[in-house]
């Protein structure tokens, strides 16, 4: 995946009162995850069925 080129989204319930905040971009089946603050810094990439699957846990 290349993330030079991504699309970052964040969140809707997300502010900008400095608050803890992830950005998702998502290509090719793959869902990349960075921390707002340090766009620069690390990212996670899983493939999207794990997304999805660790969204359902979240969701519990």
Same mark, same amino acid.
């Given at each position: +995946?290349?993330? !030079?080129?991504?699309?970052? %989204?964040? !969140?809707? =319930?997300?502010? &900008? &009162? @400095?608050? =803890?905040?992830? /950005?998702? *971009? !998502? /290509?090719? @089946?793959?869902? *990349?995850? $960075?921390? !707002?603050?340090?766009?620069? @810094?690390? %990212?996670?990439?899983?493939? %999207? %069925? *794990?997304?999805? +699957?660790?969204? *359902?846990?979240?969701? $519990?």
């Amino acid at each position: +995946m290349q993330l !030079s080129d991504a699309l970052w %989204r964040k !969140s809707s =319930h997300s502010t &900008n &009162n @400095g608050g =803890h905040c992830v /950005e998702l *971009a !998502s /290509e090719h @089946g793959t869902v *990349a995850v $960075r921390d !707002s603050k340090d766009p620069d @810094g690390p %990212r996670l990439l899983v493939s %999207r %069925r *794990a997304f999805v +699957m660790l969204l *359902a846990d979240l969701k $519990r």
